[in-house]
Nanobody, 126 residues
Framework: VQLQASGGGLVQPGNSHTLSCVVS????????VGWIRQAPGQEREGVAL????????HVADSVKGRFTISGDIAKNTVYLRMSSLRPEDTAIYYC????????????????????WGQGTQVTVSS
């Protein structure tokens, strides 16, 4: 199983931006896929998680109302739509997958994931 995150870049504060994560090797339905970010000098932080087959979605309180996660089963791809971006959203964003459907999720627990992609840098700055 491989995950390929893409879409990072330099974004102005207040703008929107979308990240993509392509899962290969197994169907997206086998997994819950999440986005995790890590800012310089800080711990990893879970941002959002989606179980595509069930439609169950979890979004961390720190980004609720600004970030949305979605999945395209046909493309084996999960997206993170980020809106109203702030400088404090600057981080490396990773996508990761864990087997099964997760009806509950603690965003602070990033050790649950079975597979990780490489990160993509998002910098929010004017």
């Amino acid at each position: 199983v491989q995950l390929q995150a893409s879409g990072g870049g330099l974004v102005q504060p207040g703008n929107s931006h979308t990240l993509s994560c392509v899962v290969s090797g197994r169907p997206l339905n086998d997994f819950a896929v999440g986005w995790i970010r890590q800012a310089p000098g800080q711990e990893r932080e879970g941002v959002a998680l989606i179980s595509s087959v069930s439609g169950i979605i979890h979004v961390a309180d720190s980004v609720k109302g600004r970030f949305t996660i979605s999945g395209d089963i046909a493309k084996n791809t999960v997206y993170l739509r980020m809106s109203s971006l702030r400088p404090e959203d600057t981080a490396i964003y990773y996508c990761a997958a864990v087997y099964g459907t997760w009806s509950s999720w603690d965003p602070s627990n990033t050790e649950v994931f079975d597979f990780w992609g490489q990160g993509t840098q998002v910098t929010v700055s004017s």
